[in-house]
Structure formats: structure tokens, C-alpha cells
């Protein structure tokens, strides 16, 4: 399902919860359930990334990180905001397009 999204919307960046067995995209925890964590990709990111999706762990959520993947309208408004503001940013410009029946490609 989010394979099918991701490629209907032309996403070519995804920006993941790390550590997660699904979407981890940097470490994952490793299955023994001991907490231990390994470097590697969860299952939905591996899927993304085989498809040609880059995947980044929500920790390096930063303007910099984005702004290569936004349209310059957008990218221009994160210069001076912080990893919350910029999660709030785009969460807002997401719904907006979502509302308006646009995609948006990150």
C-alpha cells in the first residue's frame, strides 16, 4: 500500500521513523526483543528504496535534508524553522494538498 501511494504521487524522498521493524532507515531494532538495535533498513523502507525512493531516518528531518525534494515556493519558507516546525510545515502542506486534491512528490 504505501508502495502504490509513493509511486502514484511521484515521491522520490520519504522521511521514516527509525528504529521501526517497518519503517526503520538507518537502524532497526533486531528482532530478539532484548531493545538490541543493528544498522539497516526496515521492511517498508527497504520496499521504497528497491523502488528507486530515498529513505532518511525522521532524525535527520532538517531544512537542509528537505530542501532538495521540495518545490522552491516551499522550500524557501523552512530557512529559519526548527525539526518540530518543519514536520508541522509539511504535515500542514500535505493535508492542504491532500484537501485540494494534489499530490505532493518529497
Known amino acids: 500500500m504505501a508502495l502504490g501511494i509513493a509511486l502514484k504521487n511521484h515521491v522520490r524522498a520519504a522521511f521514516l521513523k527509525d528504529k521501526s521493524p517497518s519503517c526503520g532507515a538507518a537502524r532497526v531494532y533486531d528482532g530478539s526483543f532484548t531493545g538490541t538495535k543493528i544498522t539497516g533498513l526496515g521492511v517498508t523502507a527497504q520496499l521504497l528504496t528497491n523502488n528507486g525512493i530515498s529513505v532518511f531516518p525522521d532524525t535527520s528531518l532538517t531544512s537542509h535534508a ?41
Not at 525534494?69 to 524553522?81: I, K, N, Q, V
Open 66 to 106: 528537505v530542501r532538495s525534494y521540495l518545490e522552491p515556493e516551499m522550500a524557501s519558507e523552512l530557512d529559519t524553522h526548527s525539526r518540530e516546525e518543519i514536520i508541522d510545515s509539511v504535515t500542514d502542506i500535505v493535508a492542504h494538498r491532500a484537501k485540494n486534491h494534489k499530490s505532493l512528490a518529497l
